[in-house]
Structures are given as structure tokens and as C-alpha cells.
């Protein structure tokens, strides 16, 4: 979209990214959780899939934002099932959005500190890593795990800085979630962009304030010249 490609390169040192809707497909995510885990669930447990899809609804809706709400090892608590082991079953299904590779490609040739930023547990991180080859792609990757607070607030913006400085007026933050991007806007980063389509198998249409990323491909022609203008110096 146009805003996208009015990103201000030569205005940014650090490039913040989240993973799942960002870089990754949330497909992946949104299939296990509605899809595979309630039928694993009512097998496991011997009940009807329709009243485990009830309930499992019921409880997802809760504590959204939360960092229980991103834990693994919550949801294995809660649910009396191994979720780690669940989400392996269907890691076939972990794939890069369109572009992101490119994208990430792009990046690693640019001057610019390039880290992920995630919600996700790190059972789950390391897995997705592992499939995808990411971490090739990145300088550092922070966890919101490790500060016990999920990126929705403003302790974990704090608590980054501590261990990822980083200044927010020259730092651009790529996310799905709009409640993540405007924390992030609160804490004063500057440059922010939201995924409008994380999952591939579901449109959306998002009102906001914040630049769009349909696809990657909308903004590595604009990467690209930086990196050629870089390559001359």
C-alpha cells in the first residue's frame, strides 16, 4: 500500500519484527488452535468435538494480551494436554508469508540491526525456527517470555531496552496484533507498520492509523534501493 512504501529508510537504524502473522504465516497458528487442537483435545479427553470447541473458545477468549495468554505451558496446564507435542504434529504447516524471505534477504544486506520480537513460547520459537532457518536472518531475537510480560504492555518495552537498546525514533516495528503496534506507539517508536493479512487463508480489513503491509513484495523495491545505495558507499 502507499503508506508502506513511504517508509523513510534512511531514517532507520533497527528494524523490530514480529514473527507469527509477520514473517510467518499465521496460518499455522490460527488451524492449530481452532482446528486441530479442539479434535486432539476431544480425543484425548473423550468428549463430543463440538462441546470441545465450545469450551475451548470459551477459554482462548480469555486473558487475551496476557503473557499466560501466549504460554504454552499455561494453555498444557489448563488443558491437561501436551501442547507442545500438539503443535509439532501440525508443524508441516509453518511457512513464510509471501515475500518475507525476500524481504529478510534484503534486510541482512543492509546496514540495519535487524531482531525478533515475539510472543511466542519458546518451544514454539525454537520450532519455527528450526523448520524456516530464520535466526540466519537475524541479529537478535527477544522473547517476551523472559521479561513475563507480553508485548501488549509497556513493561515490556522497558525491560527490551535493558537488554536490546535500541532508539525508538530511528526504529522502524513491523506487526500483526494493533494492540502490540499501538504499545509500541505509546513507548514512542516512530516508524510502525501492521500486517493486513497475517493469515493467508483469511481476509481482513483493518482500520488504523498505522502504515499497511499487505505483502512484503509492497516494500522491497524501496529495501532494495537502500541496499544498492549502501553497496556504492
Request: glycine share 2%; charged share 25%; with cysteine.
Amino acid at each position: 500500500m502507499s503508506q508502506a512504501n513511504a517508509i523513510a529508510w534512511s531514517q532507520i537504524d533497527t528494524v523490530l519484527l514480529d514473527m507469527d502473522g509477520t514473517l510467518l504465516d499465521l496460518h499455522f497458528d490460527s488451524f492449530f488452535w481452532l482446528e486441530h487442537l479442539p479434535v486432539r483435545f476431544s480425543q484425548i479427553h473423550q468428549r463430543d468435538l463440538t462441546e470441545a470447541r465450545s469450551f475451548l473458545l470459551d477459554e482462548l477468549s480469555k486473558n487475551r494480551g496476557s503473557i499466560e495468554w501466549y504460554c504454552v505451558d499455561h494453555w498444557s496446564n489448563r488443558l491437561k494436554v501436551d501442547i507442545a507435542a500438539l503443535r509439532a504434529e501440525v508443524s508441516h504447516n509453518v511457512t513464510y508469508r509471501p515475500f518475507a524471505e525476500d524481504f529478510l534477504a534484503l534486510l541482512k544486506r543492509s546496514n540495519l540491526r535487524v531482531v525478533l520480537v515475539t510472543n511466542d513460547h519458546r518451544s514454539g520459537l525454537e520450532m519455527k525456527l528450526a523448520i524456516t532457518g530464520l535466526s540466519q536472518y537475524l541479529d537478535a531475537v527477544v522473547v517476551s517470555h523472559d521479561f513475563s510480560v507480553a508485548k501488549e504492555q509497556q513493561s515490556f518495552w522497558r525491560q527490551m531496552q535493558g537488554v536490546e537498546p535500541f532508539d525508538p525514533d530511528r526504529t522502524l516495528f513491523v506487526d500483526d496484533t494493533l494492540a502490540v503496534l499501538a504499545s509500541a506507539e505509546r513507548y514512542g517508536i516512530k516508524h510502525l507498520a501492521a500486517i493486513s493479512q497475517p493469515d493467508s487463508n483469511i481476509k481482513r480489513n483493518i482500520e488504523t492509523h498505522f502504515a499497511q503491509i499487505k505483502c512484503f513484495s509492497d516494500i522491497n523495491l524501496s529495501l532494495q534501493r537502500l541496499v544498492e545505495e549502501q553497496d556504492k558507499l
